[in-house]
């Protein structure tokens, strides 16, 4: 899919997708307390959040916590500056 994005802003869907090899684009701000995710959007996204919300997706382990603290250290980054 080319040029296509796909935004969420759910901190555990995005790690999963970040840990899977997924391209975050930017972060993109929804109100003073959210931010979205900003993805390229790739075919298997949609299928592994249906599966991340159902508790049938696997993944590793250390890739899924080096994703939550690299999408963390993103978010305390832009606080306060243009995301």
């Keep these: 899919m080319k040029n296509e994005i796909v935004k969420n802003s ?5 790690a999963c997708w970040l840990a899977k090899g997924g391209i975050l684009e930017r972060l993109e701000p929804i ?7 900003v993805f390229q959007l790739e075919d298997w996204m949609k299928a592994d959040e249906q599966r991340f919300w ?12 080096s994703a939550i603290k690299e ?3 993103r978010l305390h980054a832009s606080s306060g ?3």
């Design 10 to 14: 759910d901190l555990g869907v995005s």
């Design 31 to 37: 109100d003073h307390r959210r931010v979205a995710f």
């Design 54 to 65: 159902n508790d049938t997706l696997l993944i590793n382990a250390k890739a899924y916590f």
């Design 71 to 73: 999408l963390k250290l």
């Design 81 to 83: 500056t243009t995301l």
